[in-house]
């Protein structure tokens, strides 16, 4: 194999795996975007499914990244080595991708603010029925023990 017929072969697989990366990369923003609504609401049994979906993607994605990683090391060669459309095709690939993981990014950010604002409700609202409890039984004791109120004026009876 001669070196046009090895640069034609790796701009092959660096488009048919940075294509493949783009399009498992949008199949994790429509999973964050399903996040986002579940999050919002009430129904941790879909958001784990969710969850799990999306580590299934992320770990496609490790290995379209493995496979990707002899490429990074030679990427200022090869993408020299391209055409012009095969250049213009690639950096699309790039910037399609880091757009959609920045939104994912920024997504997730937002998800766990609101999952965090939503614990420390959730605890606070623990505390104060704690608190509650523990206010009726210190009054349920009190009042076991107690078989004549000190402020009850007894002699004007």
């Known amino acids: 194999m ?4 090895q640069t034609i072969e790796a701009a092959e697989e660096i488009i048919l795996l940075l294509t493949q990366q783009d ?25 784990l499914k969710v969850l799990a979906s999306r580590q299934r993607l992320i770990n496609k994605l490790t290995a379209i990244d493995q496979k990707l990683k002899p490429i990074r090391n030679n990427w200022d060669e090869l993408f020299l080595s391209l055409n012009p459309q095969q ?36 605890a606070s609202q623990i505390r104060n029925v704690n608190t509650g409890r523990q206010m009726n039984n210190i009054y349920a004791q009190g009042s076991t ?5 000190r402020y009850l004026d007894l002699q004007s009876e």
Do not use: F, W
Not at 2 to 5: A, H, Y
Not at 23 to 47: F, I
Not at 90 to 114: A, F, H, N, P, W
């Open 145 to 149: 023990n107690v078989t004549r109120s």
């Open 2 to 5: 001669d070196k046009t017929e």
């Open 87 to 122: 250049k213009r095709q690639v950096q699309q690939l790039v910037d399609s991708v880091k757009q959609t993981l920045g939104d994912i990014i920024q997504r997730d950010k937002c998800d766990t603010e609101k999952l965090h604002a939503c614990k420390d409700q959730v």
């Open 23 to 47: 399009d498992l990369y949008r199949q994790l923003h429509e999973l964050a975007c399903q996040q986002t609504v579940l999050v919002d609401g009430k129904n941790p049994e879909m958001l």
